[in-house]
């Protein structure tokens, strides 16, 4: 069977590639890193995650509030693609639809790099996640997180004793 592409689906793809830029390749957000946060409010994005954002047109990063955790949620352009058409399999208007695009799209902000490759956190997000003056980095894959050092500390010991007590693992990928 040959699938068949429909008009709406080109002229989305068109858009995002026309606003974003068509990523190479999607990069993933690993390991931990701990920034300060200057005087100023900017902290340095590290260098491998910069690297895992460098494929799209915008020089930046989308930050937004978490819904789950009292932290930040950060992610390449592209991925807001892939959030919208989450939140697309809802009914437009319905409350569960509009609760989740409240809890998400409307808690982001794009923030460009600056030459150092610095952001200026703002203010707002900031003490949302309690940030004043260093910051954990935490890669999650296709998304990465911005924690007090303390509160990373806290959850990444929940979130192990949740996989031991648990016993999870890693499904495998459908082919």
């Known amino acids: 069977m040959i699938p068949v592409v429909s008009n709406r689906l080109i002229f989305k793809a068109f858009l995002g590639f026309f606003f974003f830029g068509f990523p190479r390749h ?58 919208a058409a989450r939140l697309n399999q809802f009914a437009l208007f319905s409350s569960e639809q509009d609760d989740l695009a409240a809890a998400t799209l409307a808690e982001c902000v794009k923030i460009g790099f600056d030459t150092e490759g610095r952001i200026v956190l703002p203010g707002e997000f900031a003490k949302y996640a309690g940030l004043k003056d260093d910051v954990a980095f935490v890669g999650l894959g296709n998304k990465f997180q911005m924690w007090t050092p303390s509160a990373w500390d806290k959850r990444r010991a929940e979130a192990q004793k949740a996989v031991r007590d648990k016993g999870l693992t890693l499904p495998k990928v459908a082919e």
């Open 26 to 83: 999607m990069g993933l957000f690993l390991s931990t890193t701990v920034n300060r946060i200057d005087a100023k409010g900017r902290v340095s994005i590290p260098g491998p995650f910069r690297s895992a954002l460098a494929d799209h047109v915008f020089a930046g990063v989308i930050l937004m509030k978490s819904p789950v955790h009292a932290c930040l949620e950060g992610f390449a352009p592209a991925m807001m693609d892939d959030i």
